[in-house]
């Protein structure tokens, strides 16, 4: 964990700062979440944008906090530069994408994975590895269609659930009309995970560093 260098740039979007965390979950979930990160001993600020960041700390606004240690999740560069001119990248950095997953007028490109923005259903399609597993199958068949000279056909997310690990045994996992948090959320988002490992050994092998990291915690591991 490195801090910025004092003369990098600060946020890209400085003016956008969300009413909750997790804005892809039930607001219950997102409340829950922020519950659990209070009992780690994390401060939750929400509608704070952050304005500058050094290695020293960084900037909401007017409000200085301090830290040690920054860690800034990094977004893609815009693309405005670079690539055809359908190519423009949203407020978020993620590249508008007709329902083929292709780039409106380059038919032969295609975008997937959480660069890709589309709405499905009045939403956005999550920025999460099942849809882009997904997108990335469906662009492989489309494009494969193309080869065979026949259309392509639009993009469908099927959501199967979303899950999100807060800490040690702190979770959340919306999964429709069943909504879990805390240590059986946590639980089911081991268990998710290893069941798309390949392979018996590989499950085997992380289960049992989970398992090792859990008991003594050693960070080294899992």
Excluded at 28 to 42: D, F
Excluded at 103 to 118: E, K, Q, R, Y
Excluded at 135 to 160: C, M, Q, V, W
Aim: charged letters at 20%; a positive charge.
């Amino acid at each position: 964990m490195i801090p910025p260098d004092r003369s990098a740039p600060g946020p890209r979007h400085p003016d956008r700062a969300g009413p909750r965390i997790l804005p892809g979950f039930p607001e219950t979930l997102s409340q829950s979440a922020v519950a659990q990160l209070a009992r780690l001993g994390a401060e939750v600020l929400t509608g704070s944008p952050v304005t500058s960041i050094d290695p020293e700390g960084v900037t909401l606004g007017e409000r200085r906090v301090a830290a040690r240690t920054v860690l800034w999740p990094p977004e893609w560069p815009p693309l405005r530069s670079r690539g055809p001119s359908a190519c423009r990248s949203t407020a978020t950095g993620r590249v508008p994408v007709a329902p083929d997953l292709s780039l409106p007028g380059s038919p032969n490109i295609f975008v997937v994975g959480d660069l890709a923005a589309l709405q499905q259903d009045g939403r956005p399609v999550p920025g999460v590895a099942p849809a882009a597993i997904q997108e990335g199958s469906h662009a492989a068949r489309n494009i494969a269609r193309i080869l065979r000279g026949k259309p392509t056909l639009p993009f469908r997310y099927h959501d199967k659930g979303s899950l999100a690990t807060i800490g040690r045994a702190s979770a959340v996992a919306d999964f429709g009309r069943l909504r879990l948090s805390g240590p059986i959320a946590w639980l089911a988002w081991l268990l998710v995970h290893i069941f798309f490992l390949i392979g018996f050994r590989n499950r085997l092998r992380v289960l049992f560093e989970w398992v090792w990291a859990y008991w003594t915690y050693d960070r080294g591991r899992g």
